[in-house]
């Protein structure tokens, strides 16, 4: 079954980087479009960023366009998301998210923790 593992959250300073990876299995990994959601405290859960199977187009939230980029290796099986800048708002659990091509189905990981705060 599809299984999706994040990775690279923790606790950092504003302005610092962050690189978040996504490692799937069990699955065609470059026959999904992937991306990356979060939720804040308080928040709703929001879409970040997303790409397509081959990595040709990516997509980002107004608030993060410019500080982040998604990226995907797919001989890796594994997404990224290089988070520079980093503000207090961009506090949440991350998830990683995986969409096969022409399906509506969505399959989540389990999240990771980026906390920015001084």
């Known amino acids: 079954q599809v299984q999706l593992v994040e990775s690279g959250g923790g606790l950092v300073q504003p302005g610092a980087s962050l690189r978040l990876s996504c490692l799937g299995s069990g699955f065609t990994f470059s026959g999904y479009i992937m991306s990356w959601y979060r939720q804040g405290p308080g928040k709703e859960r929001e879409l970040v960023a997303i790409?397509?199977?081959?990595?040709?187009?990516?997509n980002y939230a107004d608030s993060v366009k410019g500080r982040f980029t998604i990226s995907r290796d797919n001989a890796k099986n594994t997404m990224y998301l290089q988070m520079n800048s980093l503000k207090s708002e961009d506090t949440a659990v991350y998830y990683c998210v995986a969409r096969r091509v022409g399906s509506g189905s969505l399959t989540w990981g389990q999240g990771t923790q980026v906390t920015v705060s001084s």
């Open positions: 790409i397509s199977s081959d990595g040709g187009t990516t």
